[in-house]
């Protein structure tokens, strides 16, 4: 079956660069499906990062395209998320997700089980 | 941004009650309706897709309505393990928005 899973350092000093890594197994990076962050904190409550197709291709949240990038790593089917100029209300779980769809409509199946990342110096 | 509105923010309900959750859109967005539901520690657990097609596996006590701005999930015989946080989300735009979510709780 399908499994994600983040990595990355859990603490991240202000004005760094928060950076994870989602490894995907049970499924191919290179299948025809859009890949994902969420992440959610008590005060924003669940927010759409963004998402990349293996092509590269990208879509943004408007409210923090400034200060996103995500990347493909094919040769070891997984996917990438860098947030630069993290301030305290980063501090989030952050969840990669595989976005699926049944007649056009789409939606989250899977998800990685979540990584803490605390924005503090 | 879709502004996705849900209601109420938190309920509690006896064993066996029907519950209906609420969740209204800031613009037409058709059917592209999801709900899902969340248990602490744990990621979202997706519940209905396109405002009313249950996803496998999921009990059939779920079930979803509506269509335009305004949906409704409902839990037709609330059990103990119904106890979470419920969440709408919309996929119409690029940039999907969730609901606040409402916590369910059993008196």
């Known amino acids: 079956q399908v499994q994600l899973q983040e990595s990355g350092p859990g603490l991240v000093k202000p004005s760094g660069t928060l950076s994870l890594t989602c490894a995907v197994s049970g499924d191919s990076i290179n299948s025809s499906n859009w890949w994902s962050w969420v992440r959610q904190s008590p005060g924003k409550g669940l927010e759409w990062i963004g998402e990349i197709y293996h092509s590269g291709s990208t879509h943004y949240n408007p409210s923090l395209k400034s200060r996103v990038s995500m990347s493909v790593d094919k040769s070891k089917n997984q996917f990438s998320l860098k947030l630069t100029s993290v301030t305290a209300a980063d501090t989030a779980v952050y969840y990669c997700a595989r976005k699926d769809s049944v007649y056009y409509r789409e939606y989250f199946q899977y998800w990685g089980q979540g990584t803490l990342v605390t924005v503090s110096s | 941004d879709i502004q996705m509105t849900q209601s109420p923010l938190s309920l509690s309900a006896s064993v066996g009650d029907r519950v209906t959750i609420t969740c209204r859109a800031g613009q037409n967005i058709y059917s592209y309706l999801n709900w899902y539901q969340q248990k602490p520690g744990k990621p979202p657990k997706l519940l209905i897709y396109?405002?009313?097609s249950l996803q496998s596996g999921v009990p059939s006590k779920f079930s979803g309505s509506g269509s335009g701005t305004d949906f409704i999930l409902t839990i037709s015989s609330l059990q103990p393990e119904d106890s979470a946080t419920y969440y709408c989300q919309q996929s119409f735009s690029t940039a999907w928005t969730f609901g606040q979510g409402t916590k369910v709780e059993i008196k």
């Open positions: 396109g405002a009313s």
